[in-house]
C-alpha cells in the first residue's frame, strides 16, 4: 500500500545551520507530495507542495524537489531560524479518486539560538 | 475567519463506552477528513465526508462511524471504546475541488483518553 517513511528525529540544530529532513515514497501512481508542519500549541499546515515529477516547492525559506527516479521528496532550507522548531510530515496524495493523505511519522526539528 | 474547530479539546472515557467527537470546518469548506494520530506516529486516515456521504474509508473498524450534517459540520463517533484507540483526532476541511492541492486546514484535535 501507499507509505511514506522520513527521517526519524530529534533533530537538534544551531541557528543559521543547514537543515535536510529525508523522505521518500511509495511509488505507486504519480502522487502529488507536500510537507505540512505543526507548530507548537497549532494545527497542521500546508508547507509545501510539488504535484508532478521535478517539480519544486517552496515557501519561507523550505524547498523540497519531487525526484520520482529515487522516489524522494527531502526537505531542505539553508539557514534555519529558532522559530522553524516544529514537528514536520511529509505527506503522500492519494491522487485522482483517491482522497486519502499517507504521512510520515514525522521529524522534530529544535532550533537553539 | 475561523479556521476550524474541533471539540472537545480532552476528553477521558473507559473501555466499552462511546463518544462523538465534532468539528466545524472552515467557512465555505465542503468536505471533512478525519485523522487518527498515535503518540509519536503520523496521522492515519479515518475517512472523509462530502455531500453528507462518506466518499472514502480508510482501515478503521465499523466501531467508526461518523456524520455530515448539511452546514459541512461533522461528526465523529466511536463505539466499543479500547484502549488503543487513545490518540489525537484530528479533523481537516478543504474545498473538494481543490482537494487534490493538500489545501487542508487542521484543527488542533481532540485528545482522547481511554483507561
Known amino acids: 500500500g501507499d507509505s511514506v517513511t522520513q527521517m526519524e528525529g530529534p533533530v537538534t540544530l544551531s541557528e543559521e545551520a543547514f537543515l535536510t529532513i529525508n523522505c521518500t515514497y511509495t511509488?505507486?501512481?504519480?502522487?502529488?507530495l507536500f510537507w505540512y508542519v505543526q507548530y507548537p500549541g497549532e494545527g497542521l499546515q500546508l508547507l509545501l507542495k510539488a504535484t508532478k515529477a521535478d517539480d519544486k516547492g517552496s515557501n519561507k525559506g523550505f524547498e523540497a524537489t519531487y525526484r520520482k527516479e529515487t522516489t524522494s521528496f527531502h526537505l531542505e532550507k539553508g539557514s534555519v531560524q529558532v522559530s522553524d522548531s516544529a514537528v514536520y510530515f511529509c505527506?503522500?496524495?492519494?491522487?485522482?479518486?483517491?482522497?486519502?493523505?499517507?504521512f510520515g511519522k514525522g521529524t522534530l526539528l529544535t532550533v537553539n539560538p | 475567519d475561523a479556521g476550524v474547530t474541533q471539540s472537545p479539546t480532552h476528553l477521558i472515557k473507559t473501555r466499552g463506552q462511546q463518544v462523538t467527537l465534532r468539528c466545524s470546518p472552515k467557512?465555505?469548506?465542503?468536505?471533512v477528513s478525519w485523522y487518527q494520530q498515535a503518540l509519536g506516529q503520523g496521522p492515519q486516515f479515518i475517512f472523509q465526508?462530502?455531500?453528507?456521504?462518506?466518499?472514502q474509508r480508510g482501515n478503521f473498524p465499523d466501531r467508526f462511524s461518523g456524520h455530515q450534517f448539511p452546514n459541512y459540520s461533522s461528526e465523529l463517533n466511536v463505539n466499543a471504546l479500547l484502549l488503543g484507540d487513545s490518540a489525537l483526532y484530528l479533523c481537516?476541511?478543504?474545498?473538494?475541488?481543490?482537494?487534490?492541492?493538500?489545501?487542508?486546514?487542521f484543527g488542533e484535535g481532540s485528545r482522547l483518553t481511554v483507561l
Open positions: 481537516a476541511s478543504s474545498l473538494s475541488r481543490r482537494y487534490n492541492t493538500g489545501e487542508l486546514f
Open positions: 467557512s465555505g469548506h465542503d468536505t
Open positions: 465526508y462530502y455531500e453528507e456521504e462518506e466518499r
Open positions: 505527506v503522500r496524495g492519494g491522487g485522482g479518486s483517491n482522497y486519502k493523505l499517507t
Open positions: 511509488a505507486t501512481g504519480y502522487p502529488s
